[in-house]
C-alpha cells in the first residue's frame, strides 16, 4: 500500500518542475532587447528607381507658401515699426538664389540619391524602419550637420560654399533662402548616416525635417526663450551669436537643430550685446553671381599668387579668420629668400 505523505511529496515535486517550465517557458516568450533589436542584417537593398517611383513628400517645397508669407509679414512688420530689418534689394537677391537652388536640388535628384543609396546599400546591416529610428537618424544627422558647419567655418574650401549665407548685411527670414549654389556638394558629410544603416526613407525625411528648422531662427523679432530650450535647442537668439561679426561672436555656435553640441565641443557663445551681421570684409553687392562665387574667386587669384605648392594649399585650405596671417607668412617667407 501507497504511504499517503509519498503520493504527497510526489504531487508536489511534480508541480514544482511544471511551475519552474511554465515561468521559464514565459521567459523565452517575453521579447528581450538585442543587438538584432537596433540592428539587422536582413536588408532590402534600394535602387534609383524604386526611391523615385515613391514619391516621397517634398516637406520644403510643401512649407514654401507658408515661409514666403511669414517673410511677407515680418518685412511689413519691420517697416511700419522702423526697424529696418529689411533691405529690399538684399531680400530680392536671397530669394532668387533660393529658388536658382530649388531648381538645382532637383537637377541633380538622382545624384543626390544615388550618392546615398550606394552607401546604404554597400553596408550588410540596417536600422529597422521604426518610429524610434527616425528619433535617432535626426540626432545623427544633427550631429554631423554640426561638424558640416563647423568645418564650413574652419576651412576656407568649405567656407567658399557657405558663404553665401553669411554675405547679408541683414537678418530676417529671408536670409535662411539664401544658400551657395555649390552647397549641394556638403552631401559628403552625411555619408555616415547612411552607413550607420539608417534607411534613406528615413535619412531624406529626417534631412528636410532638419532644413526646414533653420527657417524661424533666423529672425531679430523671437528673443530669449525659456531656459530650457535655450539649453538643448538652436534658438533665434544663438543663430543671431552666429551670424555676427562681433570678434567674440565670430565661429560659435554651429548647432543646427541641437545647441548642445557647442556645449559640448566649445563653440558655444551665449547672446549679450546686439550683433553687427555680414562678414568682418563686407561684400555690397546685390549680384547674385557675386553673391555666390566672390571667394571662389578670391580663391582662384591667391592659388595663382602662391609661389609654391605649400603656399597654394594654404590658400585654400587655411582657416578664413586666419588667412591673413597666413599670407603674411609666406611674404615674410618671400622676403627672407631674397
Not at 185 to 207: E, M, S
Not at 312 to 329: D, F, G, I, T, W
Request: charged share 20%; aromatic share 16%; with cysteine.
Amino acid at each position: 500500500m501507497i504511504r499517503s505523505d509519498s503520493l504527497l511529496h510526489g504531487f508536489l515535486a511534480r508541480e514544482r518542475q511544471m511551475g519552474m517550465q511554465r515561468v521559464f517557458s514565459g521567459i523565452k516568450r517575453r521579447k528581450i532587447p538585442t543587438l538584432t533589436t537596433f540592428f539587422t542584417m536582413s536588408k532590402e537593398t534600394y535602387t534609383v528607381e524604386q526611391i523615385l517611383s515613391m514619391d516621397l513628400p517634398n516637406i520644403i517645397l510643401y512649407a514654401a507658401p507658408v515661409m514666403f508669407v511669414l517673410v511677407a509679414a515680418e518685412w511689413i512688420l519691420s517697416a511700419r515699426q522702423n526697424r529696418h530689418y529689411y533691405d529690399g534689394k538684399d531680400t530680392l537677391a536671397a530669394t532668387f538664389i533660393g529658388l536658382v537652388n530649388v531648381g538645382m536640388s532637383a537637377a541633380i535628384k538622382v545624384l543626390t540619391f544615388g550618392i546615398i543609396l550606394f552607401f546604404y546599400n554597400l553596408v550588410p546591416w540596417t536600422i529597422p524602419h521604426t518610429w524610434w529610428a527616425y528619433v535617432l537618424c535626426f540626432v545623427w544627422i544633427d550631429f554631423w550637420r554640426y561638424w558640416a558647419h563647423r568645418v564650413a567655418h574652419e576651412n576656407r574650401f568649405w567656407w567658399a560654399t557657405h558663404v553665401t549665407h553669411h554675405n547679408s548685411q541683414k537678418y530676417n527670414w529671408s536670409v535662411s533662402f539664401r544658400l551657395s549654389w555649390t552647397q549641394h556638394i556638403k552631401i559628403v558629410f552625411f555619408i555616415p548616416v547612411v552607413l550607420a544603416g539608417f534607411d534613406p526613407i528615413v535619412f531624406f525625411i529626417c534631412h528636410q525635417i532638419a532644413v526646414l528648422y533653420q527657417f524661424w531662427i533666423h529672425t531679430e523679432y523671437i528673443g530669449k526663450l525659456p531656459a530650457p530650450i535655450e539649453y538643448i535647442f538652436t534658438t533665434p537668439s544663438h543663430h543671431r551669436v552666429h551670424h555676427a561679426t562681433n570678434a567674440h561672436y565670430l565661429d560659435k555656435n554651429y548647432g543646427s537643430t541641437f545647441i548642445i553640441w557647442d556645449r559640448m565641443f566649445g563653440t558655444f557663445q551665449p547672446e549679450e550685446e546686439r550683433p553687427s551681421y555680414g562678414l568682418t570684409e563686407q561684400v555690397d553687392s546685390y549680384n547674385p553671381l557675386t553673391l555666390n562665387f566672390h571667394e571662389w574667386q578670391a580663391i582662384v587669384q591667391d592659388v595663382r599668387a602662391s609661389g609654391s605648392l605649400k603656399e597654394a594649399y594654404a590658400m585654400v585650405m587655411s582657416r578664413p579668420s586666419e588667412l591673413k596671417a597666413v599670407k603674411a607668412k609666406f611674404e615674410e617667407e618671400k622676403r627672407v629668400r631674397v
